[in-house]
């Protein structure tokens, strides 16, 4: 039998730091986000260890949010999994034309 005891406070801490790093994200005004009303943006979307980021097409936004991360990285110790990390680009006036077929499996 194999005994994986984890850290009780490992859970509670790491959402505590998630936590701040979502704040630190969606108050950082030179990350801007996707406007869905006219005084309404959205960037961040979070779910356990998974993180969506929803930036507009300017590369500051991306690069200010890639600085934030690596620093936040820094202080944790945690870091991405650039593996498993794909950047998907804002366009505007998309039709169905211009989105390509889901691969099957």
């Not at 009303?37 to 590369?59: G, M, R």
Request: proline share 5%; glycine share 2%; hydrophobic share 30%.
């Amino acid at each position: 039998m194999q005994n994986n005891k984890r850290c009780p406070l490992s859970s509670p801490l790491f959402i505590i730091c998630i936590e701040y790093l979502s704040h630190y994200i969606q108050s950082n005004k030179h990350i801007k986000g996707i406007s869905l009303e006219p005084d309404e943006e959205i960037k961040q979307s979070l779910f356990s260890d998974d993180a969506t980021y929803f930036l507009n097409d300017s590369s500051d936004s991306f690069n200010n949010l890639i600085e934030s991360l690596t620093l936040f990285g820094m202080a944790s110790s945690l870091k991405l999994n650039k593996s498993q990390c794909t950047v998907l680009r804002e366009r505007h006036n998309v039709t169905w034309h211009d989105v390509e077929p889901l691969p099957n499996g």
